[in-house]
């Protein structure tokens, strides 16, 4: 009999600075996401995912968190687990942000610590675990080819992940057809609603 894979998602997203720079309301546009972010989830749940991995960065990570926290209370098998890179992340948040920060790290059901101290490359350590141990990756990525969003999405699709960009509404297959459409530092699509 063939063990049946399991079924992880893992989110990865623009931080709130980025976010903003689409809509300087970011409270009503963090509401919009999030909304999107939910109803991706159910629709995931009725296929049989149940854990869910957020790296708890300020914007589209702690969006995510919140929307699979408030799903929990209706889908009590759901799980969020949070891949810390280092320690001291929050310390660069703002204060709203650090509450909120402290908040979801208390109702997560497993907290991975990656390292105690910051060094160059630990968010993409970080990303590249959650990567490793997700069968799907839920994106905001406004198809820019920089940053670590980009670079996550590359992995995610490199080792054959599947990725659903919820700033466009595509799956993504093909990285390589993104690099090669437009310039950098440039989106080459726009999300409206």
Known sequence: MKQEEKKV???????KQRLMQENKDYRNFSGQIRGKVITMIKNLYEEG????????????DMIAAEAVLQLKEQYEDMTLAAAIPFRAQAEWFDPQDQLLYRELLKKADRVVMLSEKYYRGCYLRRDTYMVSRASMVIAYWDNVCNGGTYHTVKKAVE??????????????TDITALQNNHEPNKPNIKWTD
């Open 9 to 15: 998602a893992a989110f990865t997203g623009h931080r």
């Open 49 to 60: 995912f149940r854990e869910f991995y957020s790296g708890m960065a300020e914007g589209f």
């Open 159 to 172: 080792t054959g992940r599947e990725v659903i960009n919820l700033f466009t509404g595509e799956v993504i």
